[in-house]
């Protein structure tokens, strides 16, 4: 216990801990939904607040790791510059990686509603060689024209999966972009990972009350019920189990084993020429 904190605070903060070593990287909103499930907390906004400023105390006195508290939610856009032509060589002949999913039947795309859980599943979509999507929303009209068009131009069967809100306007945003991309033109397949109706009760999670304000709220009611929740709220590992199932169900594993080897083949030479460059 560090010096003048409550017992709960202490707790509260153990319990914290345990999860995170269990199951990070995580957002403090997962980190908040899963202490809910538990019942260590309540479903509120004070909770949540009070979870985020202990998680800032318990990363900066060490009893929590930085690195298993994730934030994609504010970008840096940054140069792409090198010192010189040497260490560009370098950064080239390490970072090299071969796409697997070029010599595959299909192309794989993982489409998120929103970018709130990127960062506790980004190690493991780089290591699958998938490319995520994040719609924040409805799509604009040129953004669907867009995807329609990188679409149709693949020369390969598109399947995507799908990551969202189990609420009104989540499960509309899913047949919402189907229905405008295909509107173009474009061919591809979709299936939802998460989070769906049947996730409440199996995981515990905490649901929402549907706003009977929502448009879109007679619909979904007709045919789920009046509970909803955020795809946060889904346990992290439980996702990236998902996502890796998925994804490895539509990949030839004869054909990755493939591109591998080709990779370690391209890699070397790549590395004979930058050993040569000239410093």
């Known amino acids: 216990?560090?010096?003048?904190?409550?017992?709960?605070?202490?707790?509260?903060?153990?319990?914290?801990?345990?999860?995170?070593?269990?199951?990070?990287?995580?957002?403090?909103?997962?980190?908040?939904?899963?202490?809910?499930?538990?019942?260590?907390?309540?479903?509120?906004?004070?909770?949540?607040?009070?979870?985020?400023?202990?998680?800032?105390?318990?990363?900066?006195?060490?009893?929590?790791?930085f690195d298993h508290i994730v934030d994609r939610s504010r970008?840096?856009?940054?140069?792409?510059?090198?010192?010189?032509?040497?260490?560009?060589a370098r950064v080239i002949s390490a970072g090299y990686r071969k796409d697997y999913w070029a010599m595959q039947p299909w192309k794989v795309e993982i489409w998120c509603e929103k970018d709130s859980i990127i960062g506790s599943i980004e190690d493991l979509t780089n290591e699958l060689g998938v490319t995520v999507r994040?719609?924040?929303?409805?799509?604009?009209?040129?953004?669907?024209?867009?995807?329609?068009?990188?679409?149709?131009?693949?020369?390969?069967?598109?399947?995507v999966f799908y990551l969202g809100d189990h609420d009104p306007s989540g499960r509309n945003i899913e047949s919402d972009l189907y229905d405008r991309i295909h509107k173009y033109g474009a061919t591809f397949t979709i299936k939802r990972l998460a989070i769906h109706a049947s996730?409440?009760?199996?995981?515990?999670?905490?649901?929402?009350?549907?706003?009977?304000?929502?448009?879109?709220?007679?619909?979904?009611?007709r045919r789920y019920s009046n509970k909803c929740v955020e795809l946060d709220a889904l346990p992290p590992n439980e996702l990236r189990r998902r996502i890796e199932q998925a994804v490895k169900s539509m990949r030839d594993d004869r054909l990755w084993s493939r591109a591998i080897r080709v990779e370690k083949v391209e890699l070397n030479s790549i590395k004979e020429f930058a050993a040569q460059w000239p410093s």
């Not at 709960?8 to 899963?34: C, V």
């Not at 970008?75 to 560009?88: G, I, L």
């Not at 994040?134 to 329609?148: D, I, M």
Request: charged content about 30%; aromatic content about 10%; proline content about 4%.
């Open 1 to 65: 216990m560090a010096r003048g904190e409550w017992e709960s605070t202490t707790r509260l903060i153990e319990q914290a801990a345990e999860i995170l070593a269990a199951e990070n990287p995580m957002t403090i909103r997962q980190l908040f939904y899963r202490l809910v499930s538990i019942a260590v907390i309540d479903n509120s906004r004070a909770d949540y607040q009070r979870v985020s400023s202990l998680l800032t105390k318990a990363r900066n006195d060490g009893r929590v790791d």
């Open 134 to 159: 994040v719609g924040r929303g409805f799509l604009s009209t040129t953004k669907a024209h867009e995807l329609a068009e990188f679409i149709k131009d693949s020369d390969k069967l598109m399947s």
């Open 75 to 88: 970008p840096e856009y940054m140069p792409y510059v090198f010192d010189d032509a040497a260490e560009y």
């Open 199 to 221: 996730d409440i009760a199996k995981f515990k999670l905490p649901p929402l009350r549907v706003k009977a304000t929502d448009s879109r709220a007679t619909g979904f009611l």
